[in-house]
C-alpha cells in the first residue's frame, strides 16, 4: 500500500469517529439540559408541597392536635377531644414529626 492511501483512509476513520464523537456530544448536552429541566420541576413541587404542608400544619385543627400531643395526650385521647378519626390525628402528628425531623437534620 502506498503512503497516500493509507493516510487518506486514517483521515477518513478521524472523520468519522470526530463526527460520531461530535453527536455524542449534542445527545449528552441535550439530556443535560433535559435532566437540568426535571430537577428544576422536582424542586418546585417539593417547595409546593412543603407549603401545602406548613399551611396544613398552620390550620386551627392542627395545632390544636399537636399542642395536645406535645402535652403527652395520646392518640385515642386528643381524637375524642376534637371529634376526629384517630387515622386523622395521626396523620397530622405523622407530618408534624416529619417536618421536625427534617428541619434537625439540616
Do not use: C
Amino acid at each position: 500500500m502506498d503512503v497516500n492511501k493509507l493516510t487518506r483512509e486514517l483521515y477518513e476513520v478521524f472523520d468519522a469517529m470526530y463526527s460520531a464523537m461530535e453527536r455524542k456530544q449534542r445527545e449528552l448536552e441535550w439530556l443535560i439540559k433535559e435532566v437540568d429541566k426535571r430537577i428544576a420541576t422536582l424542586e418546585q413541587l417539593a417547595e409546593e408541597k412543603d407549603k401545602e404542608e406548613r399551611d396544613f400544619l398552620s390550620s386551627p385543627i392542627a395545632r390544636k392536635v399537636i399542642s395536645a400531643y406535645k402535652k403527652g395526650n395520646t392518640i385515642k385521647e386528643i381524637a375524642i377531644k376534637e371529634g376526629l378519626h384517630s387515622g386523622e390525628v395521626e396523620l397530622i402528628i405523622n407530618l408534624y414529626r416529619t417536618k421536625n425531623e427534617s428541619r434537625s437534620n439540616r
